[in-house]
């Protein structure tokens, strides 16, 4: 019927009429409605069109060819399809009782993929209405819709109904299985440089993971779960392999030398090493160092919600104006040496958080300004001027650096560093008859200064710090029985630090009262 529309496509209207309506069930696709390329199909039972026919040329089949400067970039997109992600340039079809051959023919047209019609596919007659769909989108629904199925081979599209795939892909199956019966076994020695190939590297040294002598294990409560050595279910990477191996295939671990020995096809094995060498790979680590630091009352009150920030006005000797986090200070002391105002302005003092040359609006809910040149904050800031900070602080007897504990630790591993000492606690139990010897039995008990640490390096050049610290010391004040108390500070969180940042983690404020009263006896 295509054929016979061509022929007699430069007839007259009522003539194209009458045969528009003899073919109205038939004939597949109708004309386009206009010379633009929109990859639109009309209607094809209304088959009467607005035509301008030319005596020089006959009438094409209906629809419209790319242009050709678009025709390399439209085979480019038939050579896509299939891919995961890949979305086609929008098409409009509209058609009625069209031959879902003559749909694929202008599919191909227009983007360059080839089709074969399966023997399985017979007359099928398909009515759709799509308007800026991508065209695969389109062909997937199109197929669906009329229980059929696709196989993709490069850009060539074969087209099957369901129940002819699915019995093929039963059969392919049958036939890998029986070829990897058949397949010889190849034997692969992996050693492993940098993962494990079974459990922890504590685990592979007898270890539990933990200190003796007090409870030291580096498990958080009320986070992400997992043990002391590595997270949740960290067994390396053999529950990996496994999940890859075939039904045939086997895997034994040398924990002496840290060696995966494979046993499977040799596809198989070749599919295994490329996956153990992207998964062998070094992992960065951290160096963290932390101060502890113990504040008197003077000094505390400089904490606040902010950095306060000074700098010297070298004219005269005097202060500068003071500024908040994120927003930075400007000079705006006179030369007679006074104390400026509150202003916000451009950074000079390359504290982390503030932009230099960039206006950024102060912060009204910020502490007053510090006594000291550069007051203390939670939050990040410049490692030298905590530094300085401190070290002021210490000249006037203001602060005490109870301890700078350093670790170094791998990516995702956790590192603990701990200094303390051990308190003999003595129990006596009575003996079992009466007037039997008593037994008595000693206990140390574990005071530490503990540091226990989970770095996350990411690749934005920041480190997510799983944090918990613990001071314990001898209070003799509270002693029972002779054994003093044990005074405890611990703190947990979770941070996230620049590469090469400082940030203070926080504290907590007690206060201590005491009245003391001088009285003269007899007198008073």
């Known amino acids: 019927m295509l054929n016979q529309f061509r022929k007699i496509a430069a007839v007259k209207t009522c003539a194209l009429a009458c045969i528009a309506g003899l073919t109205l069930n038939t004939f597949a696709i109708a004309s386009i409605s206009s010379a633009s390329v929109d990859k639109s199909v009309p ?11 030319s005596p020089s040329s006959t009438p094409a089949r209906p629809g419209i060819s790319p242009a050709k400067d678009n025709q390399a970039k439209q085979a480019d997109q038939g050579r896509q399809y299939g891919q995961s992600g890949f979305v086609g340039e929008p098409i409009n079809l509209n058609v009625v009782n069209a031959d879902i051959r003559d749909i694929l023919n202008y599919i191909t047209e227009q983007y360059g993929i080839n089709f074969v019609i399966d023997s399985s596919v017979g007359a099928v007659p398909v009515t759709v209405n799509v308007q800026d769909v991508p065209w695969n989108y389109a062909l997937d629904a199109l197929l669906h819709a009329n229980k059929l199925g696709a196989e993709v081979s490069g850009n060539i599209l074969r087209v099957a109904t369901s129940e002819t795939l699915a019995r093929e892909a039963d059969t392919q199956k049958v036939i890998s ?57 960290d067994q390396g990477i053999l529950p990996i392999i496994k ?41 960065p680590q951290v160096e963290i160092e932390t101060r502890i630091v113990i504040a008197q009352h003077s000094f505390s009150k ?10 010297a006005n070298f004219n005269r000797g005097g202060i500068a104006n003071i500024s908040s986090l994120p927003a930075t200070g400007s000079q705006t002391g006179g030369a007679s040496g006074g104390t400026s105002a509150l202003t916000s302005g451009p950074n000079p003092f390359g504290v982390f958080g503030g932009l230099a040359g960039t206006k950024q609006p102060l912060d009204n809910l910020r502490a007053a300004a510090a006594a000291t040149v550069i007051g203390l904050t939670t939050g990040l800031i410049g490692t030298a001027q905590i530094s300085a900070l401190i070290s002021a602080a210490e000249t006037r007897g203001e602060v005490k650096t109870v301890a700078t504990p350093r670790v170094t630790a791998l990516n995702n591993r956790p590192a603990q560093i701990e200094s303390g000492s051990q308190i003999p606690v003595q129990t006596t139990q009575a003996g ?48 029972v029985g002779g054994v003093p108390g044990i005074d405890t500070q611990r703190m947990q969180s979770e941070v996230m630090v620049p590469d090469g940042g400082t940030t203070v983690m926080g504290g907590v404020l007690s206060d201590q009262e005491s009245t003391t009263r001088q009285r003269t006896p007899g007198a008073a």
């Open 43 to 53: 209607r094809s039972s209304s088959m009467t069109r607005e035509q301008n026919p």
């Open 177 to 233: 299985d029986a070829r990897l019966d058949n397949s010889q076994l190849v034997t692969e020695f992996l050693r492993l440089n940098y993962a494990r190939a079974s459990g922890t590297l504590a685990q592979a040294a007898g270890s539990t993971g933990g200190f003796s002598g007090g409870a030291t294990n580096l498990s958080f409560s009320g986070g992400a779960g997992g043990d002391a050595t590595g997270g949740s279910g």
């Open 243 to 283: 999940r890859r191996l075939s039904r045939r295939g086997s895997i034994e671990v040398d924990g002496r030398s840290n060696t995966l020995i494979i046993t499977d096809v040799r596809e198989n094995i070749a599919a295994i090493r490329q996956l153990v060498t992207i998964l062998d790979q070094p992992e």
């Open 302 to 311: 400089d904490l606040g919600a902010q950095l306060s920030l000074g700098v």
């Open 432 to 479: 079992a008859a009466a007037g039997g010897t008593a037994v008595i039995t000693t206990t140390f008990v574990s005071v530490p200064l503990r540091l226990s640490i989970t770095p996350q390096i990411t690749d934005a050049g920041t480190v997510i710090l799983r944090v918990t610290i613990e001071n314990n010391t001898v209070n003799t004040g509270i002693a």
